[in-house]
């Protein structure tokens, strides 16, 4: 039974699809154009925390000196996730969507900036643990260690939990518009089955 319903459900979002496939390619476009947005500026913040990483880890010292340190590595790696996830949404750009694609999309993109907020606690976590952790070895090279890349984490973990706070808004906002359209959609029994009915 349950795969009759999920086989009606495709048939009836590629019907959906084509009875407003104008309306599908605008919101997909402005879909791909809000995560390019954010992978844009993304890495932006990356590119400023590497040229000044580098540059103030070599004209500072004790925990500045690391932090600055952890800083530029760290976004070398948002810097890379950044420009995937900008380049994967362009060339998804140029594939004209189903409703059902668009949906799954949809789910999967809230999903993903709601999992990195998790993430993102876990590096404010981990960079308050080594700031503390720091203070167990006073006066020794670790102790500097420990307290940057611990000020480092947090800081870097406190933008991204904030960026993907925006971004999971803005995307689930975007969902709601889309989700509305199954609103349209009625289970319709007759002699000999059951359908999917779209109602325009």
Known sequence: MLKY??????????????????????????????????MLVLSSWAVANIGTGFIAAGQT????????????YFNIVNLAIAQAGYWGSRKRMKTKQSFSQAVKQQNSEEKTFLLNAGLDAAY?????????????????????QFRGYGKSLVLQGGFLMIFDGIMYAIRQRQGKILFKQL??????????????????
Do not use: C
């Not at 010292?61 to 530029?72: I, V």
């Open 124 to 144: 404010i976590l981990g960079g308050l643990y080594w700031a503390e952790l720091g203070k167990r070895h006073p006066g020794e090279k670790k102790y500097f």
């Open 5 to 38: 319903i999920v086989l009606g459900t495709l048939l009836l979002a590629a019907t959906a699809a084509r009875s407003q496939s104008f309306e599908l390619d605008k919101f997909t476009e402005k879909t791909h154009k809000t995560t390019q947005t954010g």
């Open 61 to 72: 010292s004790g925990s500045d000196k690391y932090m600055h340190q952890m800083n530029a």
């Open 183 to 200: 609103e349209n959609i009625d289970l319709a029994i007759a002699p000999g089955g059951v359908g999917l009915v779209y109602r325009f």
